[in-house]
């Protein structure tokens, strides 16, 4: 079956530092992935998503490339702020008999401080 | 419109009480989800519909009734929960098929559930 695989946190980070979120995948078929970002007490946000190898996505300074060759969808951003501070799902949805599921990798809970 | 409503926002209910989480969008999705999320986990896919008819139970008790009266509603009915259950409930919507892949998944803010 599909799986995502992120890194474990809380990664903790300085203002302006550099973030990197690690996600590979393991699927059938060519599915599209994501990241979503859940603040306190609130739902899911999509935050970028790509739909086929080698595609980028985008978002609030944020970024992600699908690499089939590394099953990876490794999650950037060049400098963080206080405001990011959030947990962040990476995610896959595919085809399956019954219709589409998304599954969620365990989610990386990231704190940005001054 | 490119949201999901889910309400209530909170509900406190007791073991023996019926009750039933509301959601609605009108985005013309064809495909709406519940999923349960529990504190520091990811979130945990319950059921799928697909036009209004139930493609994917993902092994629920029966104590979560899910029903989906038309194109832009999706009701879970709860009886005889246990405290076990208290968790962030999630409504979620998509395009169908290859649309959902496409275009993803708009999620509702949640019901936050708590058995006494």
């Known amino acids: 079956g599909n799986s995502v695989t992120q890194m474990e946190g809380p990664v903790t980070l300085s203002e302006e530092a550099f973030l990197t979120i690690n996600c590979t995948y393991t699927?059938?078929?060519?599915?599209?992935l994501f990241w979503y970002v859940q603040y306190p007490g609130e739902g899911l946000q999509l935050l970028l998503k790509a739909t086929k190898a080698d595609d980028k996505g985008s978002n609030k300074g944020f970024e992600a490339t699908y690499r089939k060759e590394t099953t990876s969808f490794h999650l950037e951003k060049g400098s963080v702020q206080v405001s990011d501070s959030a947990v962040y799902f990476c995610a896959l949805s595919g085809l399956t008999g019954g219709g589409n599921k998304l599954t969620f990798g365990t989610g990386t809970q990231l704190k940005v401080e001054l | 419109d490119t949201e999901v409503t889910q309400t209530p926002k909170h509900l406190v209910m007791g073991m023996t009480n019926k009750k039933s989480l509301k959601c609605e969008q009108h985005m013309g999705h064809r495909a709406m989800y519940w999923y349960k999320q529990k504190a520091k986990k990811p979130p945990e896919l319950m059921f799928v519909y697909s036009y209004e008819k139930l493609s994917i139970n993902e092994s629920v008790p029966s104590r979560f009734s899910p029903e989906c009266p038309n194109s832009s509603l999706l009701n879970l009915h709860l009886h005889a929960l246990q405290p076990e259950d208290s968790a962030l409930y999630l409504c979620?919507?998509?395009?169908?098929?290859?649309?959902?892949?496409?275009?993803?998944?708009?999620f509702g803010s949640g019901t936050r559930l708590t058995v006494v």
């Open positions: 979620a919507s998509s395009q169908e098929g290859v649309g959902a892949n496409n275009y993803g998944y708009t």
């Open positions: 699927a059938t078929g060519y599915p599209s």
